[in-house]
């Protein structure tokens, strides 16, 4: 119902930073998108940040202070300003809904990938 190109990750030196965007492709919509995952090399993809319809950010205890969600309702775009980056935060980023069953409602995208090297 929803296809998302998630951009923006790359390699970056510790304490570096990037900002990560989230943009939808189809006209036919499923669940909001309002959700940051990210998954690491033989791991599920875990639910790490998100925002509410509010416009409030909420956030995983490992990210928590680090990272912030935005959004740009007009431009269908979900951001993620991602601070003080380290190896630990290695991983391909997804966006979606919040939801086991939205998400596979949705479907995922590509996913960018996220590098914190040492």
């Known amino acids: 119902q929803v296809q998302v190109v998630e951009s923006g990750g790359g390699t970056v030196q510790p304490g570096g930073s990037l900002r990560l965007f989230c943009v939808a492709n189809?006209?036919?919509?499923?669940?909001?998108?309002r959700g940051w995952y990210r998954q690491t090399p033989g791991k599920e993809r875990e639910l790490v940040a998100g925002?509410?319809?509010?416009?409030?950010?909420w956030y995983d205890d490992s990210v928590k202070c680090r990272f912030t969600v935005s959004r740009d309702t007009a431009k269908n775009t979900l951001y993620l300003q991602m601070n003080i980056l380290n190896p630990e935060d290695t991983a391909v980023c997804y966006c979606?809904?919040?939801?086991?069953?939205?998400?596979?409602?949705?479907?995922w995208g590509p996913g960018t990938q996220v590098i914190g090297s040492s």
């Open positions: 925002i509410t319809s509010s416009g409030a950010g």
């Open positions: 979606n809904a919040v939801g086991a069953l939205s998400t596979d409602f949705n479907g």
């Open positions: 189809g006209t036919i919509r499923g669940v909001a998108v």
